[in-house]
Nanobody, 126 residues
Framework: QVQWVESGGGSVQPGGSLTLSCTAS????????LGWFRQAPGKEREGVAR??????????FYADSVKGRFTISKDDAKNTLYLQMDGLKPEDTGVYYC?????????????????WGQGTQVTVSS
């Protein structure tokens, strides 16, 4: 059973940067789709970015709201997923979760993911 643990959240001013990390308790070699989701107060959890591993290449997907500002990456040797967030805005505030799935495909919907971290808070405020 894979467990994810997020870190790197915090408070920043608008325009600032944060890097979130998410480390798995076991090998995630078979988890070919990893993603980041976020949940703002009073809102549904939404997808932010996901990465599909084809073995010889990756495909990255981003929500329109974060394109050009956020970058998802992974380090297989460390079983770690990252989210580099630049140009942060107040609307980026929320709890950020990493997730993965062991089946084929890389869906946008949160329901498609089986393994979740506990979340890390990101607050963007002046």
């Amino acid at each position: 059973q894979v467990q994810w643990v997020e870190s790197g959240g915090g408070s920043v001013q608008p325009g600032g940067s944060l890097t979130l990390s998410c480390t798995a308790s076991a090998s995630t070699y078979s988890h070919k789709c990893l993603g980041w989701f976020r949940q703002a107060p009073g809102k549904e959890r939404e997808g932010v970015a996901r990465i599909k591993d084809y073995g010889y290449s990756y495909t990255r997907f981003y929500a329109d709201s974060v394109k050009g500002r956020f970058t998802i990456s992974k380090d297989d040797a460390k079983n770690t997923l990252y989210l580099q967030m630049d140009g942060l805005k107040p609307e980026d505030t929320g709890v950020y979760y990493c997730a993965s799935r062991s089946e084929d495909g890389c869906p946008e919907a949160r329901s498609g993911y089986d393994y979740w971290g506990q979340g890390t808070q990101v607050t963007v405020s002046s």
